[in-house]
C-alpha cells in the first residue's frame, strides 16, 4: 500500500533517510550517526538533520549522548516486551473502530498483499517481504475511523525489525508471520472483528517474543 508524498519537508527526508540506514541494518544498535554523514549524503544543510534526529530520538531510535552524538539505540528485552503490547492493543483497536472499511476493496487488496508476501517469500526476497508486511499492517490500521491508532503505528514502525538489531531474515519467522496474516484475513472475511482485533494482538506479541529469543541467543547483548 503505497502513499504519495507531493512534498517533503528537508527535516522528513533526513528522518527517513536514518530510518532506512537502520532498517536495512546499514547502521545497528551502538553505531554513530553523525549529522555530516547525513549531509553528505543527502546535499542538505545539516539543521534540518539535527531536527530529524531529535524527533528520532525522542521516538527511541537514536540516543543522543553528550560528547559522542546520535546513536542507535538498541532495545532491551522488558521495551520489546511493552512495545509488541502495545502495537498489538493499537492494532486491534484499529480494526475494531475500522470495521466498516474491511469492504470487498480493502480485503482484495488484503488478498493481494497476501499472495505477493508468499510468492516473495518462496524467492527469498527479504526486502520485498519487508515492505509487504509493512503495507499489510497498514491495510489493517490506516481508516478513516483510526487516526490516532495509524499515527502511534507509524511512530512504531521498526522498533520491532530484526534488522535494526542486525539479525539477518529468518525464513521460519517470516512463514509464520505470513500464516498469522492469512488468519487475520480469514476472520475479517467472516465479519469477526473481535476475533480478528485478538489475532492481531497475539501475531505482535509472536513477533516480540521471537525477537528476544534471537537476540538472547547473541553474544554481548544487554539484556
Not at 18 to 26: D, K, P
Not at 129 to 142: G, I, K, M, S
Not at 187 to 194: E, H, R, V
Amino acid at each position: 500500500m503505497e502513499k504519495k508524498n507531493n512534498y517533503m519537508t528537508k527535516a522528513e527526508i533526513a528522518r527517513r533517510h536514518v530510518q532506512s540506514m537502520i532498517l536495512t541494518g546499514e547502521v545497528g544498535p551502538g553505531d554513530r550517526i553523525t549529522t555530516r554523514e547525513v549531509s553528505d549524503a543527502l546535499g542538505i544543510s545539516e539543521t534540518p538533520i539535527r531536527e530529524a534526529i531529535r524527533g528520532l530520538a525522542s521516538e527511541g531510535w537514536l540516543d543522543v549522548q553528550s560528547h559522542i552524538g546520535a546513536v542507535v539505540q538498541g532495545l532491551k528485552t522488558e521495551q520489546i516486551i511493552e512495545i509488541s503490547a502495545l502495537r498489538g492493543l493499537i492494532c486491534g483497536l484499529a480494526i475494531e473502530l475500522g470495521a466498516s472499511s474491511f469492504d470487498k476493496e480493502r480485503l482484495a487488496e488484503i488478498d493481494r498483499n497476501i499472495d505477493a508476501y508468499d510468492e516473495a517469500l518462496d524467492e527469498k526476497d527479504y526486502d520485498r517481504v519487508a515492505q509487504l508486511n509493512h503495507d499489510f499492517h497498514e491495510l489493517l490500521c490506516d481508516n478513516p475511523r483510526s487516526p490516532w491508532c495509524h499515527r502511534l503505528l507509524e511512530n512504531m514502525h521498526g522498533l520491532m525489525s530484526a534488522q535494526r538489531h542486525g539479525i539477518p531474515p529468518q525464513h521460519d519467522r517470516l512463514a509464520a508471520a505470513l500464516r498469522e496474516h492469512k488468519s487475520i484475513r480469514d476472520m475479517l472475511k467472516t465479519g469477526d472483528f473481535a476475533a480478528a482485533a485478538v489475532l492481531a494482538k497475539q501475531h505482535e506479541k509472536n513477533t516480540g517474543d521471537f525477537l528476544i529469543k534471537v537476540i538472547s541467543e547473541m553474544p554481548d547483548v544487554e539484556k
